[in-house]
């Protein structure tokens, strides 16, 4: 099990970076690597990796999987020694009877297609091992390129790489993350899912710039009904983690794409719902450190997002309603941060490198006895419990309450979904989904009576400098009525909504 972080390395920090390194013994090695799949690439859609390497003289060839979270990874190298002349074939076999090996020996089996190389890449590595009290961390900065080679009429392309990357070699993950938030902190890098692998693959597919969004996925909790609060806790907190930091990826590189910040946004909240909902499991575990910079990253994109939505959404439907033309004035004060600019901030950096220690998985889960396990369950549907029953009560009154009241119960709604989906493994899986389609007729609803709220705050607040924006106050006063109505409705519908935690 490999166990690393990997930052992308801004072009103003390259000659610290390397300044700093060889302030002891470096060692540089010129790596020089093929990588192979099938023509469908099978391999790669499952996020398996199978190369050849030429380190110096020697060859290695290595496969590598995706393992639980961010910074782990299945890897096993066989290590070829020097060969002359030709360099060696690709041989799957060479990792039978380790995780990765069989793993990848289902895939190929499955798609019975050759391996054929796909890409190549062409670095540097300068690296040094570094002590953290008991930890030893190797710390490699990489510099060179990804690259696609020529075939027919189809020419070159390439993608370059600076990027350092910290590999725990002995000692706790802890040490490792000390180390991590040292040098991210002090050379303005950022995190980064994106490895040379799915580079290549970018590539082969002609896309090395296409954003991709990612969508949040159920957490993995070990064994399912008996576990303990703090592994519940670590799981949810890893799955959180799992759309993050992926989408964070995309943007920090500088993707603007809706999706991808939208996708951004959703995880981040869902991050904060866990540390909300969850620390009564295990109470103590999370650091009060990682709400704020959170908070300020969600708020900065939702900013943008609001602003985006008026002109995308808004605007057409207020043009087919007889609107004039609306140009909201610029905002006064300093610009706005760019969505890369809120990714890349240290504090938001620093927070998700120690997210990401925490949710590191251990490697033995502790085994929870029946007390433990029952008393998590109980934990978890006290919280289910009070949620349901302030949205529930909530709900039937919706019209009547002030607005702060109605974004409340939204936010309470959010928070309900995304707890049932985070503990959802732990009691009845399909009663558990079908309460989460309960809720969201809901959800979609109370979002859209947000978003108007929103809208109209702004055409509010515009209507000094552009008189033609009472048109949206009016015409969004008037449609406020019907829409609280219609929340108070669908609320109403998840008083008879059965509860799966019981």
């Not at 300044?19 to 690439?41: M, P, Q, W």
């Not at 496969?63 to 910074?71: F, H, I, N, Q, T």
């Not at 990874?73 to 069989?102: K, Q």
């Not at 610029?330 to 998700?352: D, H, I, N, T, Y």
Request: hydrophobic share 40%; charged share 30%; glycine share 8%.
């Amino acid at each position: 099990m490999e166990v690393e972080f990997k930052f992308q390395v801004p072009a103003d920090s390259r000659k610290a970076i390397e300044k700093e390194l060889r302030s002891a013994k470096v060692t540089r090695t010129h790596l020089l690597a093929r990588y192979f799949d099938t023509e469908n690439g099978v391999l790669a859609s499952h996020g398996v990796a199978l190369r050849l390497r030429k380190e110096g003289r020697r060859w290695v060839q290595t496969a590598k999987a995706l393992g639980d979270g961010a910074v782990h990874r299945l890897e096993h190298n066989a290590d070829l020694g020097a060969v002359r002349g030709a360099p060696p074939a690709v041989d799957a076999s060479r990792h039978r009877g380790t995780p990765v090996g069989e793993r990848l020996d289902a895939l190929l089996g499955e798609a019975g297609q050759p391996l054929i190389e796909t890409f190549a890449t062409d670095i540097w590595r300068t690296a040094r091992r570094v002590q953290e009290g008991a930890t030893t961390v190797e710390l490699a900065l990489d510099i060179g390129r990804v690259y696609a080679p020529a075939a027919g009429e189809r020419a070159e392309r390439s993608s370059p790489v600076c990027e350092l990357e910290l590999e725990l070699v002995e000692g706790e993950v802890a040490g490792l993350v000390a180390l991590a938030q040292r040098w991210s902190q002090q050379h303005g890098l950022w995190f980064s899912t994106v490895s040379k692998a799915e580079r290549g693959e970018r590539l082969r597919a002609q896309e090395p710039d296409r954003p991709r969004a990612v969508k949040a996925k159920p957490p993995q909790v070990a064994g399912e009904k008996a576990v303990a609060g703090g592994e519940v806790q670590r799981a949810v907190l890893a799955a959180c983690l799992g759309q993050v930091l992926p989408n964070a990826t995309e943007v920090a590189a500088g993707s603007e794409d809706a999706e991808v910040i939208h996708q951004l946004r959703v995880g981040i909240r869902r991050l904060r719902s866990a540390l909300r909902e969850l620390e009564p499991l295990a109470p103590g575990r999370f650091d009060a450190a990682w709400e704020p910079p959170l908070v300020e990253a969600f708020r900065a994109l939702g900013a943008q997002r609001d602003r985006e939505l008026l002109v995308t959404s808004l605007q057409p439907r207020l043009l087919a309603a007889g609107s004039p033309p609306i140009v909201l004035p610029e905002e006064e004060g300093e610009a706005a941060p760019s969505a890369r600019e809120v990714v890349q901030a240290p504090k938001f950096q620093a927070a998700l490198v120690s997210l990401i220690g925490f949710a590191a998985p251990p490697d033995v889960t502790p085994e929870a006895d029946k007390d433990e396990a029952q008393a998590t369950r109980r934990a978890l549907a006290k919280g289910l419990n009070k949620l349901h029953r302030q949205v529930t009560r909530d709900g039937k009154r919706f019209e009547g309450l002030a607005s702060e009241d109605q974004h409340r119960v939204r936010k309470r709604l959010k928070r309900l979904r995304y707890l049932a989906e985070f503990v959802a493994p732990l009691f009845d899986k399909q009663r558990a989904e079908r309460y989460i389609q309960r809720l969201l007729p809901a959800q979609d609803a109370l979002g859209e009576f947000n978003d108007e709220v929103v809208a109209l705050a702004t055409y509010g607040e515009a209507v000094a400098q552009e008189p033609r924006a009472w048109f949206a106050v009016g015409w969004l006063t008037a449609l406020r009525p019907g829409k609280a109505r219609a929340c108070r409705k669908t609320l109403g519908g998840l008083a008879k909504a059965r509860k799966f935690w019981k």
